[in-house]
């Protein structure tokens, strides 16, 4: 036999009651809830679910509360400009990217996503729906080159680089150079290209030599162009 519920929530006067909720809501404006929402993620790192945000010692806005503003949890989180961590749509991670790319003036690397993990999804979740990091970012229209095009590449920046430098570039030349010049590939991109096997970066710099050789430039053992 169902219980009876108690007396004296039997007996609630609902018009009354909803005017109390409405009180209570009105506690917080919008923007106030997005606010917290907002730094909640500055402390944590990344957008917080519904529990690390009731966990955190910083704010006084109860999940509920942002529930009954918002329609959602996700909602609310979408509209104080982070990404809901486990339901971002395809459509949303290539707008986030493009977003991303436009802040940075250049192509987003991983480790930018680290670096804006309060407003950015993570890595995992970008390899998980579309197979890579490069895949989403050329989706989202970068020119990010594959395979023999990324090679060929490297090769003729490797080339311009040894040009300037009247030697071959050696893996801290190109990081140096990289942090002049977004524009190049990082140093561990052009590594990987061999597996990272012993030699690597050598196997690399024989390619560049072989183009420069190729242009008519000689080169001596040490590496110095003459």
Known sequence: ???K?????AQIDSEALAAFQAGIRKRYTDDQILAALTAAAE?????????EFAADPGTEVHPQTVIEHFGSWNNATRAA??????FATRPELVRLLRDLGEQ???????KDLDAHRAT??????????FGSLTTALREAGFDVPVGEERLERAVTQGVALARSLGRLPKFTDWAEARRADPSLLTEWQVYRMFDA????????Q???AERLGAEGVKIRSDGTLI
Do not use: C, E, N
Request: without cysteine; charged residues 20%.
């Open 1 to 3: 036999m169902a219980k």
């Open 5 to 9: 519920p108690f007396r004296a929530v």
């Open 43 to 51: 402390r944590l790192g990344r957008t917080p679910t519904m529990r």
């Open 81 to 86: 400009g982070l990404v809901p961590r486990r």
């Open 104 to 110: 940075l003036g250049r192509v987003p690397t991983a």
């Open 120 to 129: 950015m999804p993570s890595k995992s979740l970008y390899w998980h729906t």
């Open 197 to 204: 096997r012993r030699g690597a970066w050598s196997t690399f």
């Open 206 to 208: 024989f390619l560049v």
